[in-house]
């Protein structure tokens, strides 16, 4: 693992919107005076007149970005999940959503990896916040590659787009140049027949290392990255609900809202399947090193594996 290289998905979406800046003049970022950390800056360095810097007022940020997509352009507007997805969520809903409005949302430093800055930080609430709201798509990527493809096939769909990156850097394990990424569609990973792992974000990584342990311990584990929690790919889930039998969702997020709830909710209605949640247990975090929190939470690879093997009865 030493010689894996690691980068943060804010890095790779702050190197995306410099990317597609240089193919699309219609494209313009707004932030709300933290383009350093969401890494905006990249494109603020490269087109300083198409970035806007809105200042600590995220509602009148994402009010901003609404105008920009009803003249025809297309908006990034980037702060911290906890920022765009939980204050500003009455200005995303009825001036984004509503409208139906082609406005993308680049939300960084979301969930528990956030580490030091605390519970008040730790945003593990939006995605159902985001899910909630019709229309939107709602994406978290996994590593570098899949992130900046997920950036560029935002760009390319035309209505609301909710895309999660994280702080802490993760290994990139997806090979460029055979990889194909498209909205609403999973990937599988590593194929098993006996418990399908679900996962998103920087747990998909965790996922597949339990995979690899699950099977050295003789248990069979279908290992699926679903970068993309609306639209949910039903035809996978289901395929894999009725293929292994149990299914585990891995999410760096409240299990209430998420991932979780949006694969219970498809196979209670299409294919009742036991399901095991693995995310933040409805309660807040705290302060402290993100692996060690990651950790504390139960959001690492070691942890999936014991839930697999008592799941499995092995």
Known sequence: MADVKKIATRESYGNALAALGAEHEDMVVFDADLAGATKTGIFKKAFPERHFNCGIAECNMVAAAAGAAAMGLVPFASSFAM???????EQVRNSIGYPHLN?????????ISVGEDGASHQCCEDFALMRSIPGMVVMSPSDDVEARAAVKAAYEHQGPVYLRFGRLAVPVFHDEADFKFEIGKGEVLQDGSEVAILANGLLVNEAVEAGKALKEAGISARIINLCTIKPLDEELVLKAARECGKVITCEEHSIIGGLGEAVCALLS???PTPVRRIGVNDEFGHSGPAVDLLKQFGLSAEHIVEVAKDFCGK
């Open 83 to 89: 920022f765009v997805a939980g204050r500003s969520f």
């Open 103 to 111: 406005v993308k949302i680049g939300a960084t430093h979301g969930g």
């Open 269 to 271: 209605e299409k294919c």
